[in-house]
């Protein structure tokens, strides 16, 4: 008997059924042609189609007597799934209760025939050499943590405290620290990982390495690129020597060779959550991929999560603090005798901007972009709303006529739907009049705005008054010579069950931006997330607000598992999950409750599991065998209403599971 070459492929689909593993013959033509980590076309019997795969494992036919489609073609002979992608993938994606070939659409760009070519066609990379003063200078700046380098060349997890400070006229202190963690790691001959949450973070990073690192040995790679760009920067990861990989959320699966560390920058940043399923937190990724790899894992912000301080509790990651403690000088302001309490700049910070102009920038963080983002009816004071859908309405200028926020219709002729009033009142000032009342305040001054709709870097050293939404502060040459943190109290009264993280994480960045001694006046904010701020204390915030959410077992303290679905739906996954894992209390489960704004039909219900960490494997499983459940049941009937109504009937899952949900919605 002939004995037959096998492929076990995976399949490149969204249907959670496939998620395995599938057997194919080889034919013979094909056989040079196919090995592990190439992309393969196979048919797919109960669709009718061809579909794209990954070939993960070679071998020969088991003796089961059973029937093998045959592998259809070759699309690419490059591997572009590693054995180690394939892993960590495969980990990730359990861990989520979700597929593996989600994570690799993340991971691996879509194939570019040309760049491709251009990749075949190129000269063989050779081993990057690091000079000797790099290594001496990026071992300089580790030694400001005591064992923070013995940790990156001894495969350890760390978390860092970034220095609050320029490091050069518009590169932070951070920057260069994660440069010189991947330079040293370069020069023992390893790859490194750097991720950050979005470009301006990357640009810092990118210059901070150019100084240090070998020509040709940093690839960045982040979702601006072009395809092809993309793809070319992907296979640059596939050479066999060591290279420094900087980019962005899905840049934590980069197949580098023989990483030596995975660098995460402010893993607090929602930008850091992967949205699209599994939804994979770029950190938890990293640490399954510390895991598997056995390589340095380095956390550092400015602010310190509390998922990292709980790896710090227990005892997986080491804090190491820094030989000399820096801070800035921040100032809690707040209204004086005599000064009216809805002024929303105080007379200190006003003083203090005022003198701070006559020698630099000066820095002016606020909630929201956009003229008067919410407006209110000006007899009654109810919100003012959109009469079309019922979105809330803002005002673009003074004057100008409202327009809504969700559906963009503009308000002509708009009346309150309570009082009949076609008056409006502005209640809240976004960047555009902050800028506007601003410029009165200090006649003379530029006046620069920085927010999504006016993106702005750098900004020089000359006076000027910039008006910044939080994460979008340029760098100022030489920082800021004072920053003064205006709406703090309406940015805490957002409900989420992690805004004293977010607010402490915003308010310190800003603050790290400012010049030696310059004061970072935070106004009207009271309580320990001030404290913190004014102490420059935030892991000891993190562990509080860890030790608070311990008895009410709330995240990071547990996790959380959100089942959305019908009814029918998500209490079949309950009952599942009350067998397959026992040891979660039921009382641990809240729900499943109507989701508002669902129409009936689009998963109108929700329940919400916590589990501790312990349980996560089983849980995961079991979640997840009720959705591949879900699913096929959801085949069976499409199948049936097909053979009775004669026209095909498309199969609708109903159930969805999301694992370590970013945002809580409570």
């Not at 997330?529 to 008895?551: F, K």
């Not at 009410?552 to 959380?560: E, K, S």
């Not at 009350?578 to 689009?602: S, T």
Request: proline share 8%; charged share 25%; glycine share 8%.
């Amino acid at each position: 008997m002939t004995t037959r070459r096998v492929a076990r492929v995976l399949l490149d689909s969204p249907l959670p059924q496939l998620d395995r593993l599938f057997d194919y013959v080889i034919p013979g033509s094909l056989e040079p042609e196919v090995a592990p980590g190439v992309r393969v076309k196979v048919p797919l019997r109960s669709a009718g189609r061809m579909v794209d795969a990954f070939v993960v494992e070679v071998g020969e036919q088991d003796d089961a007597d059973r029937p093998l489609s045959e592998l259809d073609a070759v699309v690419s002979t490059v591997p572009v799934l590693t054995l180690g992608l394939y892993a960590l993938a495969r980990r990730a994606a359990d861990r989520a209760a979700g597929s593996a070939s989600d994570i690799l659409r993340l991971a691996i760009p879509k194939r570019m025939v040309r760049a491709e070519k251009a990749w075949l066609a190129s000269p063989v990379t050779e081993a990057p050499a690091v000079g000797e003063d790099a290594v001496v200078e990026a071992s300089r700046v580790l030694a400001e943590f005591p064992g923070l380098e013995a940790a990156i060349l001894e495969a350890g997890r760390v978390a860092v405290d970034a220095p609050p400070r320029l490091a050069h006229p518009s590169i932070g202190a951070w920057a260069v620290l994660l440069a010189a963690a991947a330079v040293r790691t370069l020069a023992a001959g390893r790859s490194a990982v750097i991720v950050v949450p979005d470009h301006r973070d990357q640009a810092q990073v990118a210059t901070a390495l150019a100084a240090w690192a070998p020509e040709g040995s940093v690839i960045e790679t982040d979702a601006r690129q072009s395809s092809p760009a993309r793809y070319a920067a992907f296979l640059r990861t596939l050479a066999p020597v060591p290279c420094i990989v900087l980019g962005n959320r899905s840049a934590v699966y980069a197949p580098v060779y023989d990483v030596g560390l995975v660098a995460l920058w402010d893993d607090g940043d929602p930008l850091l959550a992967e949205q699209l399923s599994p939804g994979v937190h770029a950190r938890d990724a990293a640490l399954v991929r510390q895991e598997l790899d056995g390589c340095a894992l380095l956390f550092t912000g400015h602010t310190r999560t509390t998922d990292v301080e709980r790896l710090v509790g227990i005892g997986w990651v080491k804090d190491l603090p820094a030989t000399r403690r820096t801070s800035p000088r921040v100032v809690l302001s707040a209204t004086r005798e005599g000064e009216s309490r809805g002024a929303r700049v105080p007379s200190s910070a006003f003083a203090a901007a005022r003198e701070a102009l006559g020698s630099g920038p000066v820095l002016v963080q606020v909630a929201r972009p956009g003229y008067a983002p919410v407006l209110i009816c000006a007899e009654c004071r109810h919100p003012a709303r959109c009469r079309h859908c019922g979105g809330p309405l803002h005002a673009r200028a003074a004057g100008a006529v409202p327009v809504c926020t969700w559906c963009g219709r503009a308000a002509t002729g708009w009346t309150c739907a309570d009082c009949g009033s076609d008056k409006v009142r502005m209640v809240s000032s976004g960047s555009e009049r902050t800028a506007d009342e601003l410029g009165r305040a200090f006649p003379g001054t530029r006046i620069i705005v920085a927010d999504g709709d006016h993106p702005v870097l750098h900004v020089d050293a000359k006076p000027a008054l910039v008006i910044a939404t939080r994460g979008a502060e340029p760098i100022a040459e030489g920082g800021y010579r004072a920053v003064i943190l205006l709406d703090g109290d309406r940015m805490l009264q957002a409900e989420d069950l992690r805004i004293g993280e977010s607010c402490l994480r915003w308010w310190s960045n800003a603050a790290a931006l400012a010049a030696p001694r310059a004061p970072v006046h935070l106004v009207g904010v009271a309580g320990p997330v001030a404290r913190a701020l004014a102490t420059w204390t935030q892991p000891a915030y993190a562990r509080a607000e860890l030790e608070d959410r311990i008895p009410l077992r709330m995240p990071p303290a547990v996790r959380v598992a959100a089942v959305d679905g019908d009814r029918a739906a998500v209490d079949g996954a309950l009952t599942a999950l009350r067998e397959g894992a026992p040891e979660v209390d039921p009382a641990w489960v809240l729900g499943p409750v109507p989701v508002e704004g669902r129409q009936p039909g689009e998963n109108g219900f929700r329940a919400l599991v916590r589990f501790d960490y312990a349980s996560g494997a089983k849980v995961a499983e079991t979640l997840r065998a009720a959705v591949v459940a879900d699913a096929l049941a959801a085949r069976r009937a499409s199948k049936g209403r097909r053979q009775t109504q004669g026209r095909p009937q498309p199969a609708r899952n109903t159930l969805r599971v999301r694992v370590d949900v970013p945002d809580l919605d409570l």
